[in-house]
């Protein structure tokens, strides 16, 4: 069993249009996150949500949502898509405060966008 | 805010003992993680330190000094297959939340 998983897989787009990445655990964890991972690898926090509170990164743009319609899923709305958002998007599950430090990634989305 | 210093690149060869370090800046502290990747693939959990002292997990250990600000990643008996990117990340008490901050990111070539 896949315990984070992501969909989809690769995204292509262009400029301008509106996306949505999907994220699901089946840990039972109750803390998910966000993570966009650029051409150089740098692995950069964009959200945290627990228990229906929400975290936002400071210089992550509100073009950017994270949706969580339960505690196993946190979904990704990008608005109005730029070329710089090109990069992968992973998606992070934790439990409890502490388990911040132990957290599993999902497979990533490559996003190209055109 | 925080930052976290680590090598961009490492070289060993097979069977060697290979260290990453990592020098971290926060204001708070509640750990250091490390975490492995290898291209293409998304970051795996390997270890991490909330206290001062060494870790061991198999052939991967990992060191903390809170004092220093220090942390180290120690892969011993290297094989082709640990070839990857390792990051090292802090979680601090001035981080919103349970987020972590990531390294750079350290890639290791193993040779054989």
């Known amino acids: 069993d896949t315990a984070v998983s992501q969909t989809p897989k690769y995204l292509v787009t262009q400029m301008g249009n509106d996306k949505s990445i999907k994220c699901e655990q089946n840990l039972g964890h109750d803390t998910m996150y966000w993570y966009k991972q650029d051409s150089k690898k740098f692995l950069k926090i964009m959200f945290s949500y627990n228990n229906k509170e929400l975290i936002i990164n400071e210089t992550v743009p509100n073009r950017f949502s994270p949706k969580s319609p339960d505690k196993a899923h946190l979904n990704l709305h990008i608005n109005s898509l730029e070329l710089g958002d090109s990069a992968v998007y992973f998606c992070a599950s934790s439990q409890g405060l502490a388990g911040a430090l132990l957290q599993y990634f999902g497979p990533g989305t490559r996003l190209t966008v055109t | 805010g925080q930052s976290l210093e680590q090598p961009s690149e490492v070289t060993a060869v097979e069977g060697a003992i290979v260290q990453i370090n990592c020098t971290y800046q926060?204001?708070?502290?509640?750990?250091l993680s490390w975490y492995q990747q290898h291209d293409g693939g998304a970051p795996t959990f390997l270890s991490y330190n909330a206290l001062d002292g060494l870790e061991e997990t198999g052939r991967f250990s990992s060191f903390l000094s809170r004092s220093d600000s220090y942390g180290y990643l120690l892969l011993q008996e290297l094989q082709m297959k640990d070839s990857a990117s390792y990051f090292c990340?802090?979680?601090?008490?001035?981080?919103?939340?349970?987020?972590?901050?990531f390294g750079g990111g350290t890639r290791l070539m193993v040779k054989p």
């Open positions: 990340a802090v979680r601090s008490y001035n981080n919103a939340g349970n987020m972590l901050t």
């Open positions: 926060t204001s708070g502290f509640y750990g």
